[in-house]
């Protein structure tokens, strides 16, 4: 099925609802389909901006979803409405019980090592059903040993947190070694693993979900200065639309 797609700052974001894009794997999965899902934030619009390989790898994923309340504000904005986010982590949650419900196979692909050891043994104990065909942590040099190793576990999902861009760009190199559903994930395996928290309820509701996130690692401060960039490319989009209609 296809989803109509909003263009924002150049990446086009799918049009759908977690409950939609949860069915449409689940089906996908079923059909043992190749997919490629990206969950993007204004600083990953802001990196494709700069890198035109990116855009392309963005924009021909299967799926782009809005990851980021600054991504639902400029679509707004800009007149072209998202109806959600649907952010990596709650997606991933909701693979990983469908995965242990139909005792799929997962490989799970990066981290620090003893992040994913740590993870791997929660998700053991949490989805007992699901099949962990292999792990790997995300600090490895040689890229094709990595993919030679996913290709022999034939999973049918790929779980990828090598953190942006470098978790699409292996995607897309290496999607065609497994008929599989293939996601990047960022941090998420840190939360899964306990080591990072992910922000309570409250902060969540109230869209303060990246201010709980600076408060745990200052260090991430610089990066989140894009935001004010992205929205002032945002305005200076519709005031250009406006001009011309
Ligand atoms: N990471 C990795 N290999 C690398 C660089 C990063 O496995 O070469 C992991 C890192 O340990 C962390 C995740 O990728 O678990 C990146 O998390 P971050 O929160 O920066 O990603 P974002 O959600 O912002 O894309």
New binding site residues.
Partial sequence: MSYPQVDILGVKFTKITNHELLEQLKKDSLLHKNRFVVTANP?IVLFARQNPKYTSILNTADYTTADGIGIIKGARILNRPLPERVTGYDTLLALLSFANEQQKRVYFL???PT?ITKMIAKIKRKYPKLIIAGYH???FRDEEAVAHDIRQAAPDFVFV????P?QEFFIDTYRHSSQAIWMGV??S??VLAGVTRRAPLFWQKHHLEWFYRLLQEPSRLGRMLALPHYLLLIFQTKFLNNKKS
């Fill in positions: 600083e990066g981290a620090q992040v942590d995300g600090y947190a090598l953190g942006f470098k960022g941090g395996f840190d």
